[in-house]
């Protein structure tokens, strides 16, 4: 089945910088890809996604990019602040015929003031 | 808003005893999740469910049962709880068919099983 690695278990960054967190994937078919956020003892809500027929997708200060040959996806995050802070995870939609994710291990953003 | 809310939020347990965490969406979505989240894992589909009266096993599903009594309610079931499934619990309820759809997940269950 998919397998979804997330390679960074940590990431700090200054607030103002750019935050960038990888993730790969295995199954060839997978097609959609998005991204949660899960702020501290809180759960996790969705907050941008990609299809597979796009390379590149933003949202305010979110850009995801795909690449489909390298099986890779990355999510971007410009002008961190400390709100930012939360463990992050990616996901990619599956092909065993039933609807299913498969998540990383989620990367720990801190935003340092 | 979705609202997805998760029973109890914490939960101690023995071994060989029987758990039962449960789930209520206010959001009238036909599917229902089941995640489990352990350090180094991310979240595990264990069960899931296309509606009222199904459950479907997902990826690691040996040792749950799960249950849709009604639209609303999902619970997952422990016949037998085991240390092996100390965990936290995630059910979330998702918007759209196919596997596009957005989750909507509730607070968790932090269960211990001793």
């Known amino acids: 089945g998919e397998k979804v690695e997330q390679h960074q278990s940590t990431l700090s960054v200054r607030e103002g910088d750019s935050a960038v967190i990888n993730c790969t994937y295995t199954?060839?078919?997978?097609?959609?890809f998005p991204w949660y956020k899960q702020e501290a003892g809180k759960s996790l809500h969705f907050v941008i996604d990609?299809?597979?027929?796009?390379d590149r997708k933003q949202s305010q200060r979110l850009t995801v990019l795909l690449d489909k040959k390298a099986k890779r996806f990355s999510l971007h995050i410009t002008a961190t602040q400390p709100e930012d802070s939360a463990i992050y995870f990616c996901?990619?939609?599956?092909?065993?015929?039933?609807?299913?994710?498969?998540f990383g291990k989620g990367t720990s953003l801190t935003v340092i003031p | 808003e979705a609202a997805v809310t998760q029973s109890p939020r914490n939960k101690v347990a023995v071994t060989g005893g029987k758990v039962t965490l449960s789930c209520n969406q206010t959001?009238?979505?036909?599917?229902m999740y089941w995640y489990r989240q352990d350090t180094g894992h991310g979240l595990r589909l264990i069960h899931y469910?296309?509606?009222?009266?199904?459950?479907e096993k997902g990826d690691i599903p040996d040792g749950y049962k799960a249950s849709r009594p009604s639209q609303e309610n999902f619970s997952l079931i422990l016949e037998l709880a085991t240390p092996s499934q100390t965990s936290v619990y995630f059910c979330?309820?998702?918007?759209?068919?196919?596997?596009?759809?957005?989750?909507?997940f509730g607070s968790g269950t932090r269960l211990t099983v001793l």
């Open positions: 979330a309820s998702g918007d759209a068919g196919g596997r596009e759809e957005t989750l909507y």
């Open positions: 199954d060839t078919a997978s097609s959609y």
């Open positions: 990609i299809r597979s027929n796009v």
């Open positions: 996901a990619a939609s599956g092909n065993t015929g039933y609807q299913n994710f498969y």
């Open positions: 959001n009238n979505h036909n599917n």
């Open positions: 469910s296309y509606g009222a009266g199904s459950t």
